[in-house]
């Protein structure tokens, strides 16, 4: 009787990492391909409607005000005064964007609104008056709020915030979808698992920069159209940076999916894995530093921590948070590839 052992040893052992198979031929077929696909299946749609509800809904929320109070002084006034309302949105947004950006704390925020109420009802304009001369603002205040149009920095700053809750409708099912139906098998047959895997990345990634670019040039283009608060260039400029630092920071996202979708065999549990990595670790990392300070370094498992500085006035902050990028996207997708490389299908 033959001895089949060594044969089922062999099918049984794993497969083994060659990016020497690597053909960029086929990445780009693949991730052109995926890229048009997702457009058609119900990931990319529900993705494309839930990124432009959120991302106009934002802006709506942000312009309204503005938009208000330009109809009250054209009524009160006869015409709008752009200046003053420049002035009123920077006195407003000076303390929120301060909060965001972790250079005072809410309890900071709060006591320095109040006080200079308190001293003007006690009689004290003067004190008042120095202390709003001495808060000053921060470099990085200052420049999104006074150097940049600052309507559209307090969108960007609540966008980067939010886009990585949303990135996970379109980039759950890159490969668990055809794992658990066994199309790979098929496709297998004209190509390889390193192609398919960074093909069908490369194509999540292009349809969210699409999206993006489509929500930033509605945004500006409203802002502009609507407002006319900023010059044109100003705020063309000003678009172009933030689309490129959301489009940017929407990647080590999409590799983190990527990774949950090579390692399961279900979409569902593929997108529910994807909110709770997202999620989990902003919360814990919130959650935790209430009992414990250094638990707020758990937001560095993700961009989380550093990826505000996407919108810094300072080089060495923005080039930083766009190379930790990178190293969080080449960290989770090289994870990504060796779990498909490696898995049964």
Known sequence: MPDYSLGIFIVASPRQMNLKTINF??????????????????????????????????????IMPVERLMALQKKQMGQANPQLIRKTIIDIGQPIIQFVLGIKSFEQVTKEAVSPQLRLQNGNSNDAQSDNNTSGFDPWTDFLIEKKPALLSVIFLILIF????????????????????????????RTERCNIFFGRFIGTVLFSTAVMAIIIATITFYLGMK???????????????????????????????????????SPFLSLVMAKVAIAGVLLMAILGSFAWKPAKYLLYALPWGWQNNLLHPIPAHWLGA?????????????????RFETRDL
């Open 25 to 62: 031929a086929h990445i780009r077929l693949i991730s052109l391909y995926w890229s048009r696909y997702v457009v058609r299946s119900g990931s990319g749609l529900v993705y494309l409607m839930i990124a432009l509800v959120f991302g106009l809904s934002v802006a709506h929320i942000i």
């Open 162 to 189: 939010g886009m990585p809750f949303v990135i996970s409708f379109l980039a759950f099912n890159q490969i668990s979808g055809d794992v658990q139906n066994h199309g790979l098998r098929y496709l297998l047959l």
């Open 227 to 265: 407002t006319r608060l900023y010059p044109a260039p100003d705020l063309a400029i000003w678009a172009v940076q933030g689309f490129l630092a959301l489009a940017i920071l929407m990647v080590p996202y999409i590799s983190v999916c990527s990774l949950i979708s090579a390692s399961v065999n």
């Open 322 to 338: 766009v190379f930790a990028s990178l190293a969080y996207t080449a960290f989770f997708l090289t994870l990504g590839y060796i």
